[in-house]
């Protein structure tokens, strides 16, 4: 019995342990930051601009930093849409933004002057529905499947995995996109109207929690691996080119804040979820919880992750070079 208590105050240790140096490492970083960029402009402080989903959950732990203590010349600003993204690149008041990778490329081919420099999610779309039938993917031969917004990243993937299995998504299928935004098809399966669904992540868990009947039939991360064995790079952290050329420094302390935050709600999903409500990035702490592993965030620095990523955007441009901007961006996209 001594040595079996033991064994779990060892293991409590290492975890408390765990969490006190990753939280120094933050604070670390972001006082270092303060201490040692070069100031923009008068207000001394550069803008992160994530969004309101896997991205901000994985940067929680900064974020929440970010908003205690002193002053820091960092903030982050949390939206609900790439588009308004991508406004403030076109703006120029992002200095880093977030937002899908395959809209990253389109920026970066428009010249927008932003460089890829990590990928902190690895896909988040499922399809979901009440139909207790579909548990193949040639079940959803002559079904309505419901998807938002045609010629987008989670129509063309799914179109992608329907045809890798055998499935013409214009004749075999009927794909649906009555509801034009992710909240409004999250709330149409979670009220019956679509009986199937693609869904990202954290509304697949939120619309799980509130509707029973609905459940996961299939991960397209792991569809998508099944074919290309890799990852699906969905989430691209970008940076001004200024700030790679004259902030070296606190791009360097910024992704290793970002990692950090990522490592640590992985490791404590419960105090996580718990901040993740905090700043209304989901409503309920068991929504919160549950999306956390299912919602693949893993942070990879962009230069060590140069096959998946080219992989990835490749795959897209073959089916529509539209959606990565007309062209595979050229190596210059990746910052080394």
């Avoid at 079996?4 to 970083?29: N, W």
């Avoid at 732990?61 to 308004?84: C, F, M, R, T, Y």
């Avoid at 404590?268 to 956390?292: C, M, Q, R």
Wanted: glycine letters at 6%.
């Amino acid at each position: 019995i001594n040595s079996f208590a033991l064994g779990i105050l060892s293991s409590m240790v290492k975890k408390y342990l765990s969490a006190i140096l990753l939280f120094s490492l933050i604070l670390f970083l972001l006082c270092e930051c303060r201490n040692n960029v070069t100031r923009k402009d008068s207000s001394g402080v550069y803008t992160i601009a994530t969004l309101k989903g896997p991205s901000s959950m994985g940067m929680i732990k900064l974020i929440d930093s970010l908003n205690s203590g002193g002053p820091h010349s960092v903030n982050a600003i949390i939206l609900d849409e790439p588009l308004q993204v991508r406004k403030m690149m076109i703006d120029r008041t992002a200095d880093f933004a977030i937002l899908p990778t395959t809209m990253a490329a389109i920026t970066y081919n428009k010249g927008f002057g932003y460089r890829l420099i990590a990928i902190p999610v690895w896909g988040t779309l499922y399809l979901v529905g009440s139909n207790g039938t579909v548990k193949t993917w040639n079940d959803l031969r002559g079904r309505r499947v419901y998807v938002m917004a045609r010629g987008m990243t989670p129509d063309e993937l799914f179109r992608y995995l329907l045809r890798k299995n055998g499935i013409d998504p214009e004749k075999d299928i009927t794909l649906d996109y009555s509801f034009p935004t992710h909240i409004d098809l999250a709330n149409a399966v979670g009220a019956g109207r679509a009986e199937l669904a693609v869904l990202s992540e954290p509304l697949a868990s939120m619309v799980m929690k509130n509707n029973k009947t609905i459940r996961r039939i299939f991960s397209f991360n792991e569809e998508w691996a099944k074919f290309e064995g890799i990852p699906i790079a969905e989430t691209a952290f970008m940076a001004k080119e200024e700030m790679l050329r004259n902030n070296r420094d606190i791009i360097e302390k910024l992704l290793s804040s970002y990692e950090a935050s990522t490592n640590w709600v992985n490791l404590y999903p419960d105090s996580a979820a718990t901040l993740i409500v905090k700043y209304g990035i989901l409503p309920d702490y068991e929504s919160a919880f549950n999306a956390i592993p299912l919602s693949n965030l893993k942070f990879a620095r962009a230069k060590d992750v140069k096959k998946e990523v080219n992989e990835y955007l490749s795959v897209f441009y073959r089916m529509n070079p539209d959606i990565v901007g007309g062209k595979v961006p050229d190596e210059n996209f990746i910052y080394q």
